[in-house]
Nanobody, 123 residues
Framework: VQLQASGGGLVQTGGSLRLSCAASGGTFSTHVMAWFRQAPGKEREFITAISWSGISTYYADSVKGRFIISRDNAKTTVSLQMNSLKPEDTAVYYC?????????????????WGQGTQVTVSS
């Protein structure tokens, strides 16, 4: 599975961005999809995951209530709507995929990664 993330950019505090991740080369509908982020000098952080059916989702406390993950299996895309952005959301955002029926929360659980897209939130 190849993943291509897009949609990052510069936004002011309180603003919104929508990230997209296009998948190709595999059976997208059988993969759990997730978003991680990594700020300079910090470890890669789990943000959210969505089951292959789209029914189940899980969010890290740091983004709960502000970010929304969704997927379109017909278009083989997963999106991350980010609202009420804060400077601490500044990071490189990565989409990831794992051939699993269940949600996965650890970076080591994911086999496929996109190249990352930079999100910068100015104060």
């Amino acid at each position: 599975v190849q993943l291509q993330a897009s949609g990052g950019g510069l936004v002011q505090t309180g603003g919104s961005l929508r990230l997209s991740c296009a998948a190709s080369g595999g059976t997208f509908s059988t993969h759990v999809m997730a978003w991680f982020r990594q700020a300079p000098g910090k470890e890669r952080e789990f943000i959210t995951a969505i089951s292959w059916s789209g029914i189940s989702t899980y969010y890290a406390d740091s983004v709960k209530g502000r970010f929304i993950i969704s997927r379109d299996n017909a278009k083989t895309t997963v999106s991350l709507q980010m609202n009420s952005l804060k400077p601490e959301d500044t990071a490189v955002y990565y989409c990831a995929a794992a051939p699993s029926e269940y949600l996965r929360l650890g970076a080591s659980d994911y086999d496929y990664w996109g190249q990352g897209t930079q999100v910068t939130v100015s104060s």
